[in-house]
DNA sequence: GTGGTCTAGACCACT
DNA sequence: GTGGTCTAGACCACC
């Protein structure tokens, strides 16, 4: 799996990371089950620390989306992926809120709203499995 | 209008303050050509330094939502709101996609997932005009 | 408050920390509402590093004993304690059986463990609030 | 007896051992001078290394809970089970403490965590020892 | 001033 | 080899 990180963003790289790996997981490119690469090589492949991997690989650890296996290392949690949550339910829609707000006010109607989020489900689920 | 902070937030006090006053443009309860409070007014009532107050007014401004007169001081852009360019465009797909997929992730169904946004959008709208 | 750590301890310098902060707050020492110490501060005072203080803060948040006020610092959390969760009560009793069974094998009665367990409890609870 | 093993947990994988064959040993299924398996027959069987379960049987002979024969192999101690020595007693009240305030300041009364405390101990010694 | 992030390098426990 | 911890020093955003 490729990690692209932007690192002029505003957003932590560690918090891309974790990102682009939930995306994996959504897309099916990440199957449950499937190690991920060490703290150390994904380090050094992407050329980061190797702490700010560690940190993306506890948050999305604490978040349930992977285990830490001792000594075999990462892999996508195989046995189920974390619910939908009251928690996780609220930060969904307060994240969300912001964003259809600033897009009322720049004309966008609520059918071609929807249309967007609906591309963009489709491009993660139907993103070609086969390129990696 | 009621501005509601939390200091606990992850957010940077002055987004929120952003974030809330699209929000209101976007429900109706601010209108075009409408005046804001004066940064030293809004500071005070809601107990923040000036200097938040004027860095979300600045945003704000920049990104065509709100005009600053320096005798008039500062009203919601009478004329149009930003429209939907290609820069926010690609803001918002960036936005919206983590969420996307840590919703797939955590189960939710397309039409599950729409239906949250198309809730949302509708929560925003139909907000109660009459209710400051 | 006093803060004792055991550098030789096969625990964690941040575990250390997390638990006599808790063990302040059941107490009574520390009450909600109230302020710590900054991470910087903290850890020059104990001196170690600030990162450490900052780990065992970011756990107590993650818990929900302490807020982090953004540029406030840091506040014991001051509207509620976490509740006693179903995972957490997991976890108790998973640390408590081992203990528990190793008691046993050493010959404790259950009325033995159970006045050990009081003990502590009251040690904790009647600590002398006017000693810090 | 059956190993339950979980290797996604903290607790590195000898003190998991360490700690079911005491439970073991506390619920009445181990006995004095029963052998436990050699520590090639037992890795094997759990699918553990040699030296995880070396490691385990090491420290429960330093424990004095089991008695180590050059021929006769591993049993469980059959004179005596180690007594409640004063650094025991000391490991114990540390590793209780920080349980009990967490208790606490989650809201737990003190009836209430002795009854928890009551509940694992009949829990260990009644366990049905018919089951293996 | 505050906490948050990133880097770098070291040591340790576990398997 | 793995992840976990600790230290050190730097820069940044926020207020």
Same mark, same amino acid.
């Given at each position: 799996m490729i990690i692209q990180l932007d *690192? #002029?963003?505003?957003? @932590?790289i560690y918090t891309q990371l974790v990102n682009q790996i939930i995306e994996g997981i959504a897309s099916g490119r990440l199957k449950p089950g499937e190690p991920l690469p060490s703290v150390r090589s994904l380090a050094s492949d992407i050329g980061i620390n190797l702490h700010t991997v560690n940190k993306a690989y506890t948050q999305l650890k604490q978040d349930g989306f992977i285990h830490i296996h001792r000594q075999k290392g990462v892999v996508i949690n @195989?046995? #189920? *992926? @974390?619910?939908?949550t009251e928690p996780y339910k609220n930060k969904m829609r307060g994240e969300l809120k912001p964003i259809v707000a600033e897009a009322i006010c720049r004309g966008k109607s609520q059918e071609q709203l929807l249309q967007e989020v609906e591309q963009i489900y489709r491009e993660i689920v139907h993103t070609d499995k086969e390129i990696e």
């Open positions: *690192m #002029q963003s505003e957003l @932590p @195989p046995d #189920q *992926m @974390p619910g939908f």
